[in-house]
């Protein structure tokens, strides 16, 4: 059982990505599931706009930590944690 | 088919406003970009920009006409100005009617556009926008107050192309001139999209970098954001020579293609064969080039498909070939900077040196090339370089001159 961020999280992937639900493991890479750059730039403004949180993304970031879904929702917790912890 | 040659260049950039100012900074390899600070009810916002600082528009304007202008249109006039007066043609009424305006923009009035949706969204009140918001935000106003200004009357519109508009136009005006359906042509480019919202869009799509641009460096972090205009005087060698006029360098190619895959994405094939339609348009060998004025964005998808492009063309030569990247000193003026970057490249032949690519760190082993950081180079008389524009929307186009 996940929680209901992850839940979230996956839901707004999923929709912004337009892959199937039933498809977003948490080892998935984004790559192997055609999710673009642009889309991440998408995933990442929704992310931040629903959970009133800001992600330190960057496109052109060379060691990319939004490889998997894992790390995008590790990520989203983190930072939710930290803007709760303020 | 006529040889074409240029004759004339000026600029309003964040090097300078006179060609003086702006050869001397980009040589010495003078970076041009600082904050760039919005302030606003809640609070101050700061960006990283490259801006053209203490542009007096009024000293390049009439001053019956400056409101009649963005600030895209300001920059693009006093361009044309300095590019003309170094040609210094005496135009006869039917040499007016033969001499085209063509210059390029990505998207024209910005700063009239932001305006007026502050008045109407920002004021709950407001009822009404500038009168002249729409002659001073319309894409083609930079060509018509500069064919206004100069008295041109030949063919005249403005291209847009996002960061390669200004390079289209140059190409276009170019084989124009050789084609024999204008006597002549003031082309280039302007743009001021520094400005709040705009920024607001660069950032979200997460490419801008938080301190500068560093082409084809391993560890660079995106694009800077900067703004000005170029232009420059495009004439037939045989009128050029007849009158005696100094010329700078000579047209001799312009290659283009699209494409067709991504909205922002790069393609190394579309840029491949942008650069094999420019040699083919010059006639010339890649062996025959010695110098490339890149794209060189800064962002790693760009300055990657770049490299490895050239790679595909040039092969082993490209490693004797020098490179500059000149957004590392004055930002990515979006579609004024083929403009900006094809005047540096006509004064780099000129001048037979190469300037420098700032805030490079070390070579990236994912980019093809490590460009030129010494303020040492030069080029022989005669060089042959290639100017690169990439636009998002996958449109391509590259130019070819040669020294003289």
Redesign the interface.
């Known amino acids: 059982m996940t929680s209901p961020n992850v839940e979230k999280i996956l839901d707004i992937v999923a929709a912004k990505a337009m892959v199937p639900r039933e498809n977003l493991k948490l080892d998935a890479k984004l790559t192997e599931l055609n999710i673009?750059?642009?889309d991440v730039?998408e995933i990442?403004?929704a992310l931040e706009d629903h959970f009133k949180i800001e992600l330190p993304?960057?496109?052109?970031?060379?060691n990319a930590e939004f490889e998997t879904l894992g790390q995008v929702v590790a990520l989203v917790e983190n930072q939710i944690a930290a803007k709760n912890a303020a | 088919m006529h040889r074409v040659v240029v004759t004339g260049v000026g600029v309003a950039s964040p090097l300078g406003c006179s060609i003086a100012e702006f050869t001397e900074k980009l040589f010495a390899g003078h970076c041009a970009i600082g904050p760039v600070t919005f302030t606003r009810p809640t609070g101050s916002i700061t960006y990283r920009g490259a801006q053209v600082e203490n542009f007096d528009a009024s000293q390049h304007v009439d001053a019956r006409k400056l409101s009649l202008m963005d600030r895209f249109s300001h920059l693009a006039v006093a361009a044309a100005r300095q590019a003309w007066a170094q040609a210094n043609i005496q135009p006869t009424p039917e040499f007016q009617q033969q001499c085209a305006v063509i210059l390029g923009t990505g998207v024209g009035g910005q700063i009239t556009m932001e305006e007026a949706y502050d008045r109407m969204w920002g004021n709950p009140t407001a009822s009404r926008v500038h009168p002249l918001s729409v002659p001073r935000l319309m894409a083609n106003a930079n060509t018509s107050q500069v064919s206004m200004d100069l008295g041109l009357q030949g063919p005249g519109f403005t291209i847009a192309s996002a960061c390669a508009s200004s390079t289209h136009a140059i190409g276009t005006a170019y084989h124009m001139v050789r084609s024999g359906m204008v006597r002549a042509a003031m082309t280039g480019g302007s743009e001021a999209t520094l400005t709040l919202g705009c920024l607001k869009g660069w950032e979200a799509l997460r490419v801008m970098s938080p301190d500068f641009c560093r082409p084809f460096s391993k560890g660079r972090q995106g694009m800077v954001l900067g703004e000005g205009a170029g232009c420059l005087m495009l004439e037939r060698m045989d009128d050029a020579t007849a009158r005696g006029a100094k010329i700078l360098a000579e047209m001799i190619g312009f290659g283009q293609s699209c494409d067709a895959r991504d909205i922002t994405t790069p393609d190394q094939g579309g840029m491949m064969r942008a650069l094999q339609n420019a040699l083919h348009d010059a006639g010339v060998e890649p062996t025959q080039v010695v110098h490339i004025n890149a794209h060189g964005t800064g962002t790693r998808a760009n300055d990657t498909t770049e490299s490895a492009a050239l790679k595909d063309v040039f092969g082993d030569h490209l490693h004797g070939m020098k490179t500059t990247a000149n957004k590392s000193l004055f930002g990515h003026a979006l579609g004024a900077a083929g403009a900006l970057e094809m005047v540096a490249t006509v004064l780099s032949l000129h001048h037979q040196r190469v300037p420098p690519t700032l805030h490079f760190v070390e070579p990236d082993p994912d980019c093809a090339l490590v460009p030129i950081t010494t303020t040492t180079e030069t080029l022989p008389q005669g060089a042959i370089a290639i100017k690169n524009s990439f636009a998002f929307g996958g449109l391509n186009a590259v130019l070819v001159v040669r020294g003289c």
């Open positions: 673009s750059s642009l730039v990442v403004f993304f960057n496109a052109n970031a060379q």
